[in-house]
């Protein structure tokens, strides 16, 4: 494995996801560049672990900025692109969704551009090596009923702005290795959680609420069902299908941990109250409370992820109990991550598309 994929770029890296790969990778001696904006998503102090050593560079820049990902190809000369940058919160993309048409698609067809130019001037040995990882969300394929489960042939059908644009990227991405030769792999995996994660999601929101003895709001009657996957594990797919995984195809990710969301807020009460319980709040499920469902809420997302577990071998480490339990207790020990985040962002209610 570590003959392959030597140089990494990762776009994103400054994210939930791309710095648990960029730590993931680093750790394991790569060097990698991390190519980010930062948007009020970005935050190098997820990248704190890794950030001064010698195998990790950072550059701050665009995806939409052709000229600056040209020159990070050239002078970086990476061997695998691993592309993970995005606006990636589906109430943003409701209350203003040109953002994601940008960064989402004109940003992936940007990227996918410079990395044709850059894999056609490489010499044959190192055009074998190349790959361009691109990185997306099980959300693609709508919703489900109560049965059944996300296939990688599972038609397209997304259904919020932020979905439709994951989906047009994953278009782009599927044509430039059809038409051009790109050689690509991609993957749609489903809801992450776990350390890092900015606090407008559902997890790490609850956990912040609770923690303070504010209101925890769950959408419609909370009976809408995720399927999630511990970060970490999902750093260990992405690596697994990066470097073996076969040109042109794509790859579901998932945890098969489906859960309720009322049933996730409950499991964080619960293990709140244990673990800081506080006199003054009492029990934390009082503080559930049922607001205006998301417009356009899909029902059900569950991943089949056979074809990843039985062509690389994929096994996630955690289930849901163990990861939530972990995630919760990474909350409790590292306000330093967390306490400046609220200068970006209060905590507010996002996306009901007055
Ligand atoms: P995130 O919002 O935490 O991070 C996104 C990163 O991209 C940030 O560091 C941000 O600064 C950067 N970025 C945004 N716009 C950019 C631009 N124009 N140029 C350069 N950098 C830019 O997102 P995440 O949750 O880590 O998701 C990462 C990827 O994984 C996304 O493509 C997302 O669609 C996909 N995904 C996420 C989940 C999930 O549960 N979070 C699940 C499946 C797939
Ligand atoms: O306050 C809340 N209350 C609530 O009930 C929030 C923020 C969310 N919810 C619900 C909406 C969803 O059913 O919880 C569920 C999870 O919501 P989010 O954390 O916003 O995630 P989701 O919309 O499912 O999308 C996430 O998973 C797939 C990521 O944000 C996407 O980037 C990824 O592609």
């Known amino acids: 494995m570590t003959s392959i994929a030597q140089r990494v770029l990762v776009t994103g890296g400054a994210g939930f996801i791309g710095s648990a790969v960029v730590r993931r990778l680093v750790r394991q001696g ?3 560049l991390t190519y980010d904006k930062l948007t009020y998503a970005g935050n ?10 010698p195998g990790h560079s950072f550059l701050q820049a665009d995806i939409c900025d052709g000229r600056a990902f040209r020159e990070a190809l050239e002078s970086f000369r990476p061997d695998l692109v691993m ?11 409701i209350d203003g969704p040109g953002d994601f048409i940008a960064t989402n698609i004109v940003g992936t067809y940007t990227l996918l551009d410079e990395a044709l130019r850059y894999w056609r001037g490489l010499d044959a040995a190192a055009q074998k090596r190349f790959r361009f990882h691109h990185i997306s969300t099980d959300e693609v394929f709508g919703t489900l009923g109560e049965d059944g489960l996300f296939r990688e042939d599972t038609p397209y059908q997304p259904n919020s702005p932020y979905s439709a644009s994951k989906a047009a990227s994953d278009h ?11 050689p690509v792999v991609m993957s749609n995996c489903s809801n992450n959680y ?14 912040l609420n609770a923690l303070e003895g504010a209101p925890l709001p769950v959408y419609g009657k909370g009976e809408n069902v995720r399927d999630w996957l511990y970060v970490e594990d999902h750093a260990a797919a992405l690596e697994l299908i990066a470097t073996r995984g076969r040109l042109g195809e794509s790859y579901n990710v998932g945890g098969s941990n489906e859960r309720r969301n009322i049933d996730v807020v409950r499991t964080i009460c619960a293990i709140m109250d244990r673990v800081v319980p506080d006199a003054k709040i009492g029990p934390r499920d009082a503080l559930i409370r049922f607001v205006t469902d998301r417009p356009g809420h899909d029902a059900r997302y569950a991943i089949d992820a056979s074809k ?7 096994v996630p480490e955690h289930d849901f109990e163990s990861g939530i339990e972990k995630t919760v207790r990474w909350y409790l020990d590292n306000a330093a991550w967390w306490e400046p985040l609220k200068a970006r962002y209060n905590r507010a209610r996002l996306g009901v598309a007055k």
């Open 30 to 32: 790569r060097q990698v």
């Open 44 to 53: 190098l102090a997820s990248l704190a672990e890794v950030h001064n050593l």
């Open 83 to 93: 592309h993970l940058a995005a606006e990636s919160h589906v109430d943003r993309s």
């Open 172 to 182: 782009l991405v599927r044509a430039w290795f059809h038409t051009y030769g790109l």
């Open 194 to 207: 776990g350390p890092y994660h900015f606090p407008e999601k559902l997890i790490p929101l609850t956990i």
């Open 308 to 314: 990843l577990k039985t062509e690389l071998g994929w």
